[in-house]
């Protein structure tokens, strides 16, 4: 990347390339090790008969990449040329990609589910041709993940905070009980999280706990506020009964 921090990326080649390919590109927090082969990959089998290169990636500070992971990273200082954010990172894949991988075309799709599709289309490189984000948050104050109806979802909001930020690989928090409703009845307030059991170390689960209104924290990291027209076809793909996001796909389109 721009800054010097290396990524993890798994780069999956037909065996034998007739002519030049596109890439279809993933980014994701929650580890791309695990993947196998695209034909033998679900939903991209069809898509590995079609043939093209697929690209997998850590995003910074997860799994096997460098660098220090941050939920819903803000927007980048765009005066400052070496400032990073998911945007820029994506971006200096895709160059890097297009330098590095013989018999590309100069074209690039990228494709993500919730938190893996939620910036993709921010400051697009130009060989990005077409983006389908599945199941995007917009905001997570209004409607989506953390909150709904601007109602804080506490085991949400605990248990995802520490999947994500108590290591470097996604971590289950151990309740030690069968019936984890009971166990979080019996918590009290939100500072016996930290008291007892963070002890400030998710620095996500202190945000929630800090900024509790719809303040600067919250709209800054929001789509509305961070997207601007878009210069790339985007298909968004949404469930009605979606837990977490059924509004964001529906307010980013």
């Known amino acids: 990347m721009r800054d010097g921090v290396k990524l993890h990326t798994i780069l999956w ?3 034998q390339v007739k002519g030049k390919l596109p890439f279809l590109l993933q980014r994701t927090q929650y580890g791309v090790q695990r993947y196998s082969s695209p034909e033998k990959f679900g939903y991209v089998q069809d898509l590995a008969a079609d043939g093209y290169f697929f690209v997998y ?3 910074r500070g997860r799994y096997a990449s460098e660098g220090t ?11 400052a040329p070496r400032s990073i954010d998911e945007a820029s990172d994506t971006y200096d894949t895709i160059a890097w990609l297009l330098q590095h991988v013989p018999q590309n075309n100069g074209r690039v799709g990228q494709y993500g589910i919730s938190y893996d599709g939620w910036l993709a289309a921010i400051a697009p490189h130009p ?8 199941a995007t948050p917009s905001d997570m104050f209004r409607n989506d993940d953390f909150h709904h109806n601007d109602a804080f979802r506490l085991s949400y ?11 470097k690989r996604d971590s289950l ?26 002890h400030s170390r998710l620095p996500s689960w202190n945000n929630f706990v800090a900024h509790p209104n719809y303040d600067a924290f919250w709209q800054q990291q929001a789509l509305p506020t961070r997207l601007d027209y878009p210069r790339v076809p985007i298909q968004h793909v949404g469930g009605w009964w979606d837990q977490e996001d059924m509004v964001g796909p529906q307010a980013v389109y």
């Open 13 to 15: 080649s037909p065996k």
């Open 57 to 59: 990636q850590d995003i």
């Open 69 to 79: 992971f941050v939920m819903q990273r803000p927007t980048r200082d765009k005066k």
């Open 127 to 134: 060989a990005l041709q077409a983006v389908s984000e599945q």
């Open 157 to 167: 909001g605990f248990e995802y905070a520490f999947l994500t930020e108590a290591g």
């Open 173 to 198: 928090y151990q309740f030690g009980t069968f019936d984890i409703f009971d166990w979080y009845l019996k918590l009290g307030p939100l500072s016996a999280i930290n008291q007892r059991y963070a």
